[in-house]
């Protein structure tokens, strides 16, 4: 059983492709890897996930509520197979 991360302290949390395999091919990859880092740290739900990346049913402006978020990101890093993130969780349950 994992260990839960308490609020406040600081974590390095890493996660790599099955065999080693490549999980970024491409800048579009790794763009919406960060664009999720921010549009899902938050304790709401997000109401359009595909709005921006899939113009076709694209609104011009989703009204959004004030943000709370789950986890401050502290730092990141991408690689090809593999991706690195030190957060420190705001409240508890931030990161399960």
Known sequence: MREKMAAGNI??????????RNIFMNDEDRF???HDLFEFNDTEPLNNTGYF????FATP???RKPRKLLVE???FC???NHYHLM??????????
């Open 87 to 96: 957060l420190r969780p705001l409240q508890e349950d931030g990161v399960f």
């Open 73 to 75: 990101i502290l730092a």
């Open 32 to 34: 919406r890897f960060i």
């Open 53 to 56: 990346f899939n113009k076709a």
């Open 61 to 63: 402006y989703i009204e």
């Open 78 to 80: 991408l690689m090809p």
């Open 11 to 20: 974590y390095h949390v890493l996660n790599r492709g099955v065999d080693k």
